[in-house]
């Protein structure tokens, strides 16, 4: 088998001391893939992906980037190992203005700049207009724009994106996904966890569903989303996908 | 009133110099830090002591000092911001890990009451001066009459704080430190250190600190207390000019200054704190978010 982009294997993690929300995930993501997670409130998604970025130290387990481990690593270190993160909410600067978000993503690598922002407006044209705006001034859709392409600036790897779909209306939705699938035409990684499991799931390659802190089922996209457990794991009832 | 509006941008740009770094701290560690005043207290009794040993050369002008006075400046804001430093290793940093928020502010009063008789024990109670020499005020407008030393400290003060907006949005540990301000979490994980951003926050706010008390030792005298009773109006400052905003900390500095300079006109100079106070509860009552402060 080829050396995965990320493998997560065991992970054991939480916040409280003693109170696990992660008891044992493993997931596997392949180079050029995109892979999303989906599962229920409080199955720890958002857990998970706090992890892989660094931000919470797992107990047990590994996280491998590429081959390397990068569980103990902090969160100001991955982006140069080439981790893009795109968190679920705030995830802009929003007293910056937009250029500002962007500069900040090649933070550690200031000679990256020019290059990254011309690729970031080729691919969100949009953005140029508002350059000089307090990213917090945008809505919400532009916003995510802000922050996918100030996590792509430094040409990561892999690209977390925690819930890109939330808030947004059904319209946008769509439109961010098929952003999503532009980045991984320039040859990233990704992993997504969501809630907006159709969505997400169109534009995957493979999904994984968590429940209760572990990985309960795993395939190709097409057929989670015709598997009738998945539906029951997710929304406890038999109501299909939302 | 020409005269009160000159003496009042004088004060305004000593209590602005602390309000940046309170702001400062407020917005980044989150807290009140009462210790600040203590900074300027510290940056203004190191100048005394390097004065001491560093002096050389004869007076600039009619200033009531030479160009050591310009080097020992420079290295009682840097003493200044190691002390901040050392303040934060030894008290602040442990406690920020606590969940009790208001452990942080109630270290700071005790912080601040320490480093204080820490001022009295080294250099006494009572009052000091730089020089001895008498500061001469020349009329530069019908009515209003400075001293060279005022001037000196007023454009002084408005160098640094343009050096301090060329810092915050032309540098990349500047952008830094505003995107820390903003968004801690997000900070992190486009590659920023948060520790050496907060050791940054010190020496700035340290620094500034450390000047504004320089200034204060200039324009009126060096007493122990002098800090303690800056505080008040530096936190009025930073409040009526939107907590968070460096810029605001300068307009509020300004204007708490003009207040309570232009208050005693009207009524006795004993109640002239009181203003300070009067304006700050004001704004926080019919404009909480500030002059220049973020809007919930």
């Known amino acids: 088998m080829s050396e995965a982009a990320l493998s997560v294997e065991e992970v054991v993690a939480g916040y409280v001391p003693g109170v696990d929300i992660l008891r044992g995930v493993g997931l596997r993501v392949d180079p050029g893939e995109i892979v999303t997670v989906l599962g229920p409130n409080g199955a720890g998604k958002s857990t998970l992906i706090k992890v892989v970025a660094g931000l919470l130290r797992l107990r047990s387990g590994s996280v491998r980037l590429f081959g390397e481990d990068i569980s103990s690593l902090p969160a100001h270190r991955m982006m140069a190992r080439g981790v893009g993160y795109v968190p679920q909410t705030q995830n802009v600067f929003a007293k910056l203005t937009v250029e500002e978000n962007l500069e900040m993503g090649a933070y550690v690598n200031t000679r990256a700049i020019r290059r ?3 690729q970031a407006y080729a691919l969100f044209p949009d953005l140029q207009r508002y350059r000089r705006h307090a990213a917090g ?3 919400g859709g ?34 961010v996904f098929d952003k999503v699938r532009e980045v991984r035409d320039i040859g990233v990684t990704i992993l997504i966890v969501e809630q907006n499991a159709k969505a997400a799931l169109a534009i995957s390659d493979r999904g994984y569903v968590l429940a209760e802190g572990q990985d309960r089922v795993t395939g190709p996209a097409q057929e989670l989303l015709e598997n009738p457990e998945v539906g029951e794991l997710y929304l406890g009832a038999r109501r299909g996908l939302a | 009133m020409a005269q009160y509006i000159a003496d009042g941008i004088i004060l ?32 203004a009794y190191f100048a005394l002591a390097l004065a001491g040993v560093l002096s050389f050369g004869p007076n600039l002008g009619s200033l009531t000092f030479g160009w050591s006075f310009l080097l020992v400046i420079v290295l009682a804001a840097a003493l200044t911001a190691g002390l901040a430093i050392l303040l934060d290793v030894v008290v602040y940093r442990v406690l920020r890990r606590s969940d009790v928020a208001v452990a942080l502010v109630i270290a700071s009063f005790g912080a601040s ?9 080294i250099w006494g109670p009572q009052p000091d001066y730089y020089s001895r020499a008498i500061a001469i005020a020349h009329p530069i407008l019908p009515g209003v009459r400075v001293t060279t030393d005022e001037i000196f400290v007023v454009v002084l003060a408005a160098v640094l704080m343009v050096a301090l907006h060329l810092f915050l949005t032309r540098t990349r540990m500047g952008k830094a430190m505003r995107a820390v301000s903003d968004n801690v979490l997000l900070a992190q994980v486009t590659g920023v250190n948060v520790a050496n951003i907060i050791r940054l926050v010190w020496i700035v706010g340290g620094g500034l600190a450390a000047v504004g008390g320089i200034f204060y030792g200039l324009t009126v005298q060096l007493i122990p207390n002098m800090g303690f009773n800056l505080i008040l109006p530096m936190f009025a400052a930073a409040i009526l000019g939107g907590i968070g905003s460096v810029y605001g900390a300068v307009l ?6 003009l207040a309570e300079s232009l208050s005693v006109i009207w009524i006795d100079p004993g109640y002239k704190p009181a203003i300070a106070f009067g304006l700050m509860l004001l704004m926080l009552l019919v404009y909480p978010s500030g002059l220049l402060g973020e809007r919930p």
């Open chain 1, 137 to 139: 001034r945008l809505s």
């Open chain 2, 252 to 257: 509020g500095g300004l204007v708490i200054g």
């Open chain 1, 116 to 118: 990254g922002i011309e």
């Open chain 2, 113 to 121: 009451l320490m480093l204080r008789n820490v001022v009295v024990f």
């Open chain 2, 12 to 43: 305004g740009a000593t209590l602005a110099l602390g309000a940046i770094g309170l702001t400062l701290t407020y917005n980044i560690l989150r807290f009140a830090n009462f210790a600040h005043g203590e900074f300027l207290t510290f940056g």
């Open chain 1, 142 to 175: 532009q916003r995510q724009m802000v922050a996918i392409a100030r996590a792509l600036m430094l040409q990561p790897r892999l690209m977390l994106l925690d819930e890109p779909s939330a808030g947004l209306s059904p319209l946008l939705v769509g439109h």
